[in-house]
T-cell receptor, first 113, second 111 residues
Framework: DAGITQSPRYKITETGRQVTLMCHQTWSHSYMFWYRQDLGHGLRLIYYSAAADITDKGEVPDGYVVSRSKTENFPLTLESATRSQTSVYFC????????????FGPGTRLTVL | QKEVEQNSGPLSVPEGAIASLNCTYS??????FFWYRQYSGKSPELIMFIYSNGDKEDGRFTAQLNKASQYVSLLIRDSQPSDSATYLCAVSGGGADGLTFGKGTHLIIQP
């Protein structure tokens, strides 16, 4: 199916463990984004990518690593998970570099114990 | 730091009436403006975007932009119970940068 998918949809992990959240889009959009959504903070940008092998930090990048070896994939890794990284993570993409309308994946709910 | 402000609500509107949602933003350089709808437990869904001053209509939805006042609004005509959701206002500085979101307005349409 065309669109943007995320996996896993739900994840429970422990403090200090490495976790990777996957994002895959079939639109061939150049630009991809990772956001986290927390009560009281709304959606905040973690990292984004303009193309394969081009990534840049957003508002809250600390503790996260991204890569983009293929245009369609944009994984987000928490190198050593902390409780403060408990959140809902959304991946988004856009080809509209003029208007930047972004389309979101279904999200991953991550709980760090 | 860019900021987007929305009244958190809840905003309660009778079915069939017009719902009016408002948003202000701090960065005068903002170029594009978006309204997303988010149902509980779901991802944000793009419903409107606007980039020029004035009104833009799409079905029951009208987005309004006033760059001089740094103000964006969304009108929903003939409100339906299915419109009950959180509405997120977002702005872009131009190009494909990340969006800056408001915290959202919780809209309740009363049958």
């Amino acid at each position: 199916d065309a669109g943007i998918t995320q996996s896993p949809r739900y994840k429970i992990t422990e403090t200090g463990r490495q976790v990777t959240l996957m994002c895959h889009q079939t639109w061939s959009h150049s630009y991809m984004f990772w956001y986290r959504q927390d009560l009281g903070h709304g959606l905040r940008l973690i990292y984004y990518s303009a193309a394969a092998d081009i990534t840049d930090k957003g508002e809250v990048p600390d503790g996260y690593v991204v890569s983009r070896s293929k245009t369609e994939n944009f994984p987000l890794t928490l190198e050593s998970a902390t409780r403060s990284q408990t959140s809902v993570y959304f991946c988004a993409s856009t080809e509209g570099f003029v208007y930047n309308e972004q389309f979101f994946g279904p999200g991953t709910r991550l709980t760090v114990l | 730091q860019k900021e987007v402000e929305q009244n958190s609500g809840p905003l309660s509107v009778p079915e069939g009436a017009i719902a009016s949602l408002n948003c202000t933003y701090s960065d005068r350089g903002s170029q594009s403006f978006f309204w997303y709808r988010q149902y509980s437990g779901k991802s944000p869904e793009l419903i409107m975007f606007i980039y020029s001053n004035g009104d833009k209509e799409d079905g029951r939805f009208t987005a309004q932009l006033n760059k001089a006042s740094q103000y964006v609004s969304l009108l929903i005509r003939d409100s339906q119970p299915s419109d009950s959701a959180t509405y997120l206002c977002a702005v872009s500085g131009g190009g494909a940068d990340g969006l800056t979101f408001g915290k959202g307005t919780h809209l309740i349409i009363q049958p």
